[in-house]
């Protein structure tokens, strides 16, 4: 089957950096993207990874290994409008995307 | 209208009623999606649809159908409503439905069977 592993909920203090990780394994790999959000609202677009690597975008970055079946998202400087769910999808053969959980991040001051 | 919309934003119906959530798009993206999200589950796929006329089964079908009869309305409907359907309803569209495409969601619809 498939699937898409993530922490249920971090927690991290104002200003300091917060990694969250994402496994997967899927029928297939298209691409993973990273979504944001807040409660009670809709999930909003953070980042795509397709190759190996590192894709910086401001204070956020995310990481992809595909041979591990791994990514994370790395947040820098946190700020107390962080707190929200990162939800974690895979884009598989079909070109549907399957979706992590997410996780739960509680940042204090 | 600007992104997508989403409506009625919450609903409580009673069990055996039908029900339509509505979701319009002006961004004039082909694909667009229905997903529920429940506590605890990733959001999962219910329809889809690649472009106007034609619609796809997700993940979890049973018990909705969809319509897409043009671009930018893509109406989902509970036949006849079960308490398992209580869930947060979330449209989303994209460009295309493949490659780099990335998904936009409507604000939601909290929908409560009982």
């Known amino acids: 089957g498939q699937n898409i592993d993530q922490p249920t909920e971090m927690t991290a203090t104002e200003g300091a950096i917060v990694q969250i990780n994402c496994t997967y394994q899927?029928?297939?790999?298209?691409?993973l993207f990273w979504y944001q959000q807040h409660a009670g609202e809709a999930p909003t677009f953070l980042s795509y990874?397709?190759l190996d690597g590192l894709e910086e975008k401001g204070r956020f970055s995310s990481f992809l290994s595909r041979s591990k079946g791994y990514s994370y998202l790395l947040l820098k400087e946190l700020q107390m409008k962080d707190s929200a769910s990162y939800l974690c999808?895979?884009?598989?053969?079909?070109?549907?995307?399957?979706w992590g959980a997410g996780t739960k991040l509680i940042i204090k001051p | 209208i600007a992104g997508i919309t989403q409506a009625p934003t919450s609903q409580i119906l009673a069990a055996g009623r039908r029900m339509t959530l509505r979701c319009t798009q002006d961004?004039?993206?082909?694909?667009m999606y229905w997903y529920r999200q429940d506590l605890g589950l990733g959001l999962r796929l219910i329809h889809y649809?690649?472009?106007?006329?034609?619609?796809g089964k997700g993940e979890v079908p049973d018990g909705y159908s969809v319509s897409r009869a043009n671009t930018d309305d893509f109406p989902l409907t509970l036949a006849s409503a079960v308490p398992s359907q209580t869930s947060v309803y979330f449209c989303?569209?994209?460009?295309?439905?493949?490659?780099?495409?990335?998904?936009?969601f409507g604000p939601g619809t909290r929908l409560t069977v009982l």
């Open positions: 989303a569209s994209s460009a295309s439905g493949g490659g780099t495409d990335t998904q936009y």
């Open positions: 961004m004039r993206h082909n694909a």
């Open positions: 649809s690649n472009t106007a006329g034609t619609t």
């Open positions: 899927t029928s297939g790999f298209n691409g």
């Open positions: 990874n397709v």
């Open positions: 999808a895979v884009r598989d053969s079909n070109y549907q995307l399957i």
